[in-house]
């Protein structure tokens, strides 16, 4: 079955890095695009990053852009969030998740990602 696990969260000073993975199982990674969510207490779900299934096409929440790069390994299956220049108002649990499209691009829309990881905590806080 299709399984995303998220790793490398937790509690990082405001100016500092982070890098977070999610490995990927259960179906053809290379043909889907993925992306990053995230969710601050008392706000919806929006979505960070995502990219193509042919790694070339990203976009960006405009929060982020500029500080946040995300990239994908599909000999790995992995994808991967590098988090810069962090603020406290990066604080939430972030998720990753699959489009629910084969051979689609990134979009920004909860709606159009059908599995999602467990979440993992990045706090931002001196």
């Known amino acids: 079955q299709v399984q995303l696990v998220e790793s490398g969260g937790g509690l990082v000073q405001p100016g500092g890095s982070l890098r977070l993975s999610c490995a990927a199982s259960g179906f053809p990674f290379s043909n889907y695009a993925m992306g990053w969510f995230r969710r601050a207490p008392g706000k919806e779900r929006e979505c960070v990053a995502s990219i193509a299934w042919t790694g070339i096409t990203e976009y960006y929440g405009e929060s982020v852009k500029g500080r946040f790069t995300m990239f994908r390994d599909n000999a790995k299956s992995t994808i991967t969030l590098q988090m810069n220049s962090l603020k406290t108002e990066d604080t939430a649990v972030y998720y990753c998740?699959?489009?629910?499209?084969?051979?689609?691009?990134?979009?920004?829309?909860?709606?159009?990602?059908?599995?999602w990881g467990q979440g993992t905590q990045v706090t931002v806080s001196s």
């Open positions: 998740a699959r489009n629910n499209r084969e051979f689609g691009g990134p979009t920004a829309k909860v709606d159009d990602y059908d599995y």
